[in-house]
Structures are given as structure tokens and as C-alpha cells.
């Protein structure tokens, strides 16, 4: 096993949220910070439960002004407080993940998700078949409903004929209007996608053949987009994954001084130029507890070389996958690279010059990096 000790800086805010968002319900708001209520502190101050629900059914209720009305600082029944650049009045705030103590922290999940993307963008660049596989599946997945009503047309209620893989293969081709050779690889895509053998089920497996059922399935699994494409590249199951040879643990947390509120808005293109979304129905923005930029958190990464050198062969690993995982820090910067010449391009051609100057720092930073560090693109907004 070889471990790497990191130091891990936030090179901008960095949201990773819990799913759970704070509405004018929870907290008060004064002199730019948030305070999240602690109804137990509340009640311990002799306030009754009715008496607090009465109050919060008022469509005005305001924590901050309740909370003065009776002499109490929000600051003596909060939980906690953070910065907040606004008043956040009718806009939620999401809230950023911590340890019990109330101490931010990054998951290991988090950073290990970032690393998958980036060794999966290096596997496609280099495996022209798994590029046609991605190809064929995002094809299928947009054609999925119209696959589904063929094979229920030829089949007319005949499970015989439902089941029978000519039928999918009619279906694909007469439902994407192609020739007999695209179908036919289309149809492969579609039993390796759904974790059957083709050649079993011509034969006449029952077990390995599809039927209509399982073709919805590929619809539903648009919600799952990359799965199928990640599988062909890392791994059919967790056990021959890649990706299992990396572990990635959660940061060190750091003190909640560390955190603040920060405004995050929805931009829109109008007259070739970026701009703050407003509409009719409102302004498009959000508020987010964020972990402070120049933030440092301790992180390791551990490598299990026995995996990677001795048990390769037997997981199916590809030489260029475990090729990859040995050259991590390299494999990240590619890839941060690639995306930050993207984003590059877009905020220029649109002239939000903000945006266009930060990825113009860290194109900077990323060709400074000593050796051995990289750039990750973790959380959210």
C-alpha cells in the first residue's frame, strides 16, 4: 500500500452541500451574519411550542424580530453563525457539510469522484472503442422509447416474439433507421448494457434474453447517464472497478471560521454577453455555506500497489487504467488543462471577464504546480 499525504487548498469557495437548505424558518439575520436557531436553546429560554407556532404561521415572521421582541440575541440560540453578503429573506440557503462538531470537512467521495472523472476523460481519449460504445449507448438512450414501441408492435402481445433478439434487432433498425450492421451493434450495446450475453440469448437462454420490461429500463437509466460507459471503462461490477485501488479519505476537518455564506447567481447569455439572470418571476440566485478560499486541509491518499501490480490480471484491469492510476498527479493536470482552456473560450466569447481571469490564474498556477501536486474541479456552483 503506498500512501501520499496531501495539503489540500481551496483555490476558490467550495460548496459541498448536505441536501438540506435553510429557509427564513430556521435562522435569523443580522449585521451580515446568519445565525441557524437552536429550538431546543429556544424552548430552554421558557418559550412553549404552541406560543412559537403560533408566531412562525405569520406569513411576515422574521427569527431576527421575534427574537427581539422578547429580549433574546439570536446569537444566544444559534448553533451556529456564519458570514452572509445579503439578507436572505425569501432565498434558501444551502447548507455545506460538517462533522458532528460543526467543523467543515471535504469527503473523500468528493475528491475520489473528481479523480474518476478525470482517469475516465483519459481512458476515452485513449480506447477509440469505448468512445463508439459511449457513442452507441447515448443513441439508444435517446432512442429508447421508440425502440420499446417497435418491439411491442412486432411482438403484439407474443412473449415468444417480445423476447426473441431478432425482434430487437427489427426494432433498432426500423426505430433509428439504420442498416443491418449498425443495428447489429447497437443490439450488442444494448444486452452488454443491460448485463446479458447476446450469443446465450439467440441460443435460446431464457435467462440471458431481454424483453420489454428491460428495454424501459434504458430510458430510466438516463438518469444514470455515464454508468454503462463508466463500467465498460473501470469495471463491469465494484469488485473488478478500477477505481477500488485508490482510497481516498476525508479531509481534517477545519474550525467553522473557515466557512461563510457566499451568493451564487444563475447567468444567462443575452446579446453574446453573460449576465445575471433576472426574469419576471424573480431573480435566479442562490445562497451557499461555503468552505473560504486559501482554506488548507489535510487529506491522504492510499494506493494498494498489490491490486494495481499483482491481481491486475485477474480483475481485468487495463494496462492503460492501471498505467493511469500510477500517473495520477499527470492524469489530473491533463485534464484540468483541457478544461480550463474550455472554460477559457466560453468566458471570453462571452465576456465575463471575472470568470475568464480566475481560469486564467489557474492556468498560471497549474504550470507552476511543483511536482507532484495537481488541480482537482470539486463541489458546486
Not at 65 to 78: C, F, N, Y
Not at 119 to 147: C, E, M, N, P, S
Not at 294 to 308: A, C, E, G, S
Amino acid at each position: 500500500m503506498a500512501t501520499q499525504q496531501y495539503r489540500l487548498t481551496c483555490l476558490s469557495p467550495v460548496h459541498i452541500g448536505t441536501g438540506q437548505e435553510w429557509t427564513r424558518f430556521d435562522g435569523a439575520y443580522e449585521n451580515k451574519m446568519w445565525y441557524v436557531v437552536d429550538l431546543d436553546a429556544v424552548f430552554a429560554r421558557g418559550v412553549g411550542g404552541d406560543e412559537l407556532a403560533q408566531a412562525m404561521s405569520a406569513a411576515d415572521f422574521s427569527w431576527a424580530e421575534w427574537l427581539s421582541g422578547r429580549k433574546m440575541r439570536a446569537q444566544d440560540v444559534a448553533l451556529y453563525s456564519l458570514p452572509c453578503p445579503i439578507a436572505p429573506k425569501d432565498v434558501a440557503i444551502r447548507e455545506g457539510i460538517k462533522d458532528p462538531y460543526l467543523k467543515p470537512y471535504i469527503p473523500g467521495t468528493t475528491l475520489k469522484g473528481a479523480i474518476r472523472t478525470a482517469i475516465i476523460w483519459h481512458l476515452l481519449k485513449h480506447d477509440q472503442q469505448a468512445r463508439t460504445f459511449a457513442a452507441d449507448y447515448l443513441l439508444l438512450v435517446g432512442g429508447a422509447r421508440d425502440i420499446l414501441d417497435e418491439v411491442q408492435r412486432l411482438a403484439k402481445g407474443n412473449r415468444e416474439i417480445e423476447f426473441n433478439p431478432s425482434t430487437h434487432l427489427k426494432a433498432i433498425r426500423q426505430a433509428l433507421d439504420l442498416d443491418d450492421a449498425d443495428a447489429q451493434e447497437l443490439l450488442s450495446v444494448v444486452y452488454r448494457t443491460l448485463g446479458k450475453d447476446l450469443q446465450e440469448a439467440k441460443l435460446g437462454n431464457r435467462r440471458e434474453q431481454i424483453g420489454a420490461r428491460d428495454l424501459r429500463s434504458l430510458d430510466k437509466d438516463a438518469q444514470f447517464l455515464a454508468l454503462p460507459v463508466e463500467r465498460f471503462l473501470l469495471g463491469k461490477d465494484p469488485n473488478h472497478d478500477l477505481m477500488r485501488t485508490l482510497h481516498v479519505l476525508d479531509t481534517q476537518p477545519v474550525s467553522l471560521e473557515q466557512m461563510e455564506v457566499e451568493l451564487v447567481w444563475t447567468y444567462t447569455i443575452r446579446q453574446n454577453r453573460l449576465v445575471e439572470k433576472r426574469e419576471d418571476d424573480g431573480e435566479y440566485k442562490n445562497l451557499a455555506e461555503c468552505i473560504k478560499p486559501d482554506t488548507h486541509l489535510q487529506v491522504r491518499i492510499d494506493r494498494d500497489d498489490y491490486l494495481l501490480r499483482r491481481a491486475a490480471n485477474q480483475l481485468h484491469f487495463a494496462s492503460t487504467g492501471v498505467d493511469a492510476i500510477l500517473k495520477l498527479p499527470e492524469i489530473c493536470n491533463r485534464y484540468a488543462q483541457s478544461l480550463i482552456e474550455h472554460e477559457m473560450q466560453f468566458y471570453t466569447r462571452y465576456q465575463l471577464n471575472p470568470m475568464r481571469q480566475f481560469y486564467d490564474s489557474l492556468k498560471q498556477r497549474l504550470v507552476s504546480l511543483p511536482a507532484g501536486a495537481f488541480l482537482l474541479n470539486i463541489g458546486w456552483g
